[in-house]
């Protein structure tokens, strides 16, 4: 999948390698110069284009017109409206996601200005402190716009199935994909040969369905 990045703050730098890990195809557009120096030194200088995201002809630079999805993540909501715009109006894209950053701005990231999904940063928080309540160790980070499926994080509870399990030795539900393993505030992209530890943080995308199931594993 090829996804093309506008802004390279800690949330645009993050994406970037985590897709990265996985194998995906990715350009990093940030304007800062400062901003993108420091890219420079974090990750691979071919996937990163110095330029304005909101300018048609950077994102021309990007290969926007082959691209599968656009991720406007930048500081600045305008900035990420007029990249959705652009990006949905201007170059078809199929998939267009947008970080919505202050929230009396969230009403505004809808189809109409072509965003496929918007990232309401307030939205996730609610998420964090009711969700928690209600499920104890797991909880949603991030309901997607379409169908029944949220990205949850589950913490390895000492009597979980999967503690000290190897990923491919589990039954992992169908529905179910893995995102990251967090142990001891490092990330780890998970395989087969990963092991499951006591205290780990695993974040994954499924459907309702099979929640209940993987708390059941890892909780």
């Given amino acids: 999948m090829k996804v093309i990045i506008v802004g390279g703050g800690q949330v645009g730098s993050y994406l970037a390698s985590l897709l990265i890990s996985n194998g995906h195809e990715v350009k990093l557009i940030e304007h800062r110069e400062k901003n993108y120096n420091k890219l420079l030194e974090e990750l691979p200088a071919e996937i990163l284009i110095h330029g304005n995201g909101s300018d048609p002809v950077v994102l021309e630079q990007a290969g926007i017109t082959s691209a599968d999805v656009v991720a406007a993540v930048s500081a600045a909501d ?3 409206l007029v990249v959705s715009t652009l990006a949905k109006m201007e170059f078809g894209i199929r998939r267009v996601v ?12 809808n189809g109409g200005m072509g965003v496929d ?3 309401n940063q307030a939205d996730l ?3 964090f ?6 499920l104890e160790d797991m909880f949603t980070l991030m309901k997607l716009n379409r169908g029944d499926y949220s990205i949850v994080q ?3 509870g000492h009597m ?3 503690a000290n399990q190897l990923l491919k030795d589990l039954s992992i539900p169908k529905k179910t994909v893995l995102i990251a ?6 990330l780890i992209i998970p395989k087969g040969d990963s092991q499951i530890l006591v205290g780990d943080d695993v974040l994954a995308l499924t459907d309702e369905a099979s929640r209940t199931e993987l708390k059941e594993i890892f909780g």
């Fill in 129 to 134: 402190v009711v969700e928690e309540m209600d």
């Fill in 78 to 80: 305008e900035i990420n």
């Fill in 117 to 119: 999904i918007g990232i």
């Fill in 154 to 156: 589950m913490k390895v």
């Fill in 125 to 127: 928080m609610a998420h």
């Fill in 181 to 186: 393993i967090t142990r001891n505030e490092k």
């Fill in 160 to 162: 979980a199935k999967a």
């Fill in 98 to 109: 947008a970080r919505v950053n202050n929230p009396k701005n969230a009403w505004l990231f």
